[in-house]
């Protein structure tokens, strides 16, 4: 089993990295084109042995995935593809409770009463990863560019996966969006909040990440921690460092599942 990890920074990398690494303390750093990975082998308590692999890939969706492509296309030419792609990193959380009319309800997860707020230090796991700014403007508001008749804006992570996550670290489930410039002002997250009623975190990369992944068939899944509110700028509120904490102790949480979610008894994935 092997899992990719891409974050935006440096500084998110060794987050994640410290995280995996209190379990599997041997770092050993390898060069992909455009990078460098920085490779881990924790014990997953089951399955195939695990390789992680985490990049710092830059910022924004471009950097993201032409990172991840790189590093994928690196992996499927030497016969070791991965079997995940992960986008990780800070991002901003909308902080106010969600209604249930904006819950995601499935069989196994019916909808609650409301979807809980992504607050300061939190953990947001994506059951969704969307294109929050991918089309045009109109006369009439913004258009998806799925509505002009190109491409995608939306990649679904696996749902056992986002479950198991979700319930190791206590997490927050719902749309992670991907912009290109990070929102600014209360009227733009409450325009983001209406035309993405589930969204509970806001970031740079994930979209990047996931069309990467979809294009070798690699499934997808996006974890923030959440750094600040989305809305107005004020970097006083900011809790960078205390997201990072989070990252860490998540990722060491969450290393063993990675290396087991995909298998079922017969070991087919799911």
Excluded: C, K
């Excluded at 991002?91 to 300061?120: I, Y």
């Excluded at 997490?171 to 983001?192: D, K, Y």
């Excluded at 499934?219 to 107005?232: K, Q, T, Y």
Aim: glycine share 10%; no cysteine.
């Amino acid at each position: 089993m092997r899992v990719l990890i891409v974050t935006a920074v440096p500084a998110e990398r060794d987050a994640v990295v410290r995280g995996i690494g209190a379990t599997a303390p041997e770092v050993a750093e390898l060069p992909v084109p455009g990078g460098m990975i920085h490779r881990l082998s924790p014990v997953p308590p089951a399955g195939p042995p695990l390789t992680v692999d985490v990049l710092a890939a830059g910022v924004g969706p471009a950097a993201a995935a032409a990172g991840t492509a790189a590093a994928l296309t690196a992996a499927a030419v030497a016969r070791t593809p991965y079997d995940l792609a992960v986008s990780a990193g800070i991002g901003g959380g909308f902080t106010t409770a969600r209604p249930s009319a904006t819950a995601r309800p499935t069989a196994e997860q019916p909808a609650p009463a409301q979807s809980a707020p992504a607050r300061l230090g939190s953990i947001v796991v994506a059951d969704a990863i969307v294109a929050a700014d991918l089309g045009a403007e109109t006369p009439d508001g913004f258009t998806a560019v799925t509505d002009l008749g190109f491409g995608t804006v939306e990649h679904l992570p696996p749902a056992p996966l986002v479950a198991a996550v979700a319930e190791a670290t206590d997490a927050v489930r719902g749309t992670v969006l991907t912009v290109s410039t990070v929102t600014g002002s209360a009227e733009r997250a409450a325009e983001l909040l209406r035309r993405h009623p589930h969204a509970a975190a806001e970031a740079m990369e994930g979209f990047g990440v996931a069309e990467a992944a979809a294009a070798q068939s690699v499934p997808a899944l996006e974890v923030r921690a959440i750094s600040n509110a989305v809305g107005p700028r004020d970097r006083a509120a900011w809790r960078i460092g205390e997201a990072l904490e989070a990252l860490t102790s998540t990722f060491g949480t969450i290393a063993p599942l990675l290396g087991t979610w995909t298998l079922d008894p017969e070991g087919t994935r799911q």
